[in-house]
């Protein structure tokens, strides 16, 4: 089972920063948390991954409270093409390679 | 091409029959995914591949499911008397290697009659 709990979706208008939230307060010390999210007909595609600290990357930043049981995806300046499954995972990065997916937040950016 | 690719993207089969679903991941990269996705789930995990062999092929459902992978490159996931069940998206990622980013495919459904 997802070891994750998102809700099962959300709407942001264009232009706003989107911001997902995920909780996952049963993280083991060694588990990194994840991001992927998966437009339309399409693969899942990474978007950013943390341990500890806050991370920030091209496409989001990534918010991660002091107990690290719950973190926060960002997308500062929400498009069109932002519409997606957007999928928080953790992941131990030194034993299984395997993704568990849950069911994710659909996103709606509305125009 | 630059990503990973899998064919057919589409294939319609008869309850009982056979069916084989290619992926070709990026070049280089040692490990090999394969996933399954119903309609409004999230991907599940079905096996994955080091190298040519199969280090974990705990998702797969049952034993009409086998996938393999003879040269470390290109692998065949291979679906015997298929079932209605079986219809999904089956997608395919690969990695550098275990720890590192999985690049997906654009998946191939599978459509069982």
């Known amino acids: 089972d997802a070891k994750t709990t998102q809700p099962p979706s959300m709407d942001c208008a264009e232009g706003r920063a989107a911001n997902l939230p995920c909780n996952h307060s049963?993280?083991?010390?060694?588990?990194?948390v994840y991001w992927y999210r998966q437009i339309h007909s399409q693969g899942p595609q990474y978007i950013i991954h943390?341990?500890?600290n806050n991370e920030t990357n091209e496409m989001a930043s990534l918010i991660i409270t002091e107990d690290r049981k719950s973190s926060t995806l960002i997308l500062p300046h929400a498009t069109l093409r932002d519409t997606a499954v957007y999928y928080c995972i953790v992941r131990v990065m030194n034993r299984d390679d395997k993704i568990i997916f849950g069911k994710g937040t659909r996103l709606h950016i509305l125009p | 091409g630059a990503g990973v690719s899998q064919t057919p993207s589409n294939k319609v089969t008869e309850k009982g029959k056979y069916v084989e679903l290619r992926c070709d991941p990026i070049?280089?990269?040692?490990?090999l995914y394969w996933y399954r996705q119903s309609l409004g789930q999230g991907p599940e995990f079905l096996i994955y591949?080091?190298?040519?062999?199969?280090?974990?092929d705990s998702g797969l459902p049952n034993d009409r499911f086998f996938a393999v992978r003879p040269e470390g490159s290109v692998s065949t996931l291979k679906i015997q008397r298929t079932e209605r069940g079986d219809s999904a998206v089956y997608l395919c990622a690969s990695s550098l290697g275990i720890h590192n980013e999985q690049f997906f495919g654009p998946g191939t459904r599978l459509t069982v009659l």
């Open positions: 943390g341990l500890k």
């Open positions: 070049s280089g990269h040692t490990a």
């Open positions: 049963t993280i083991s010390g060694n588990e990194y």
């Open positions: 591949f080091q190298g040519t062999g199969a280090a974990d």
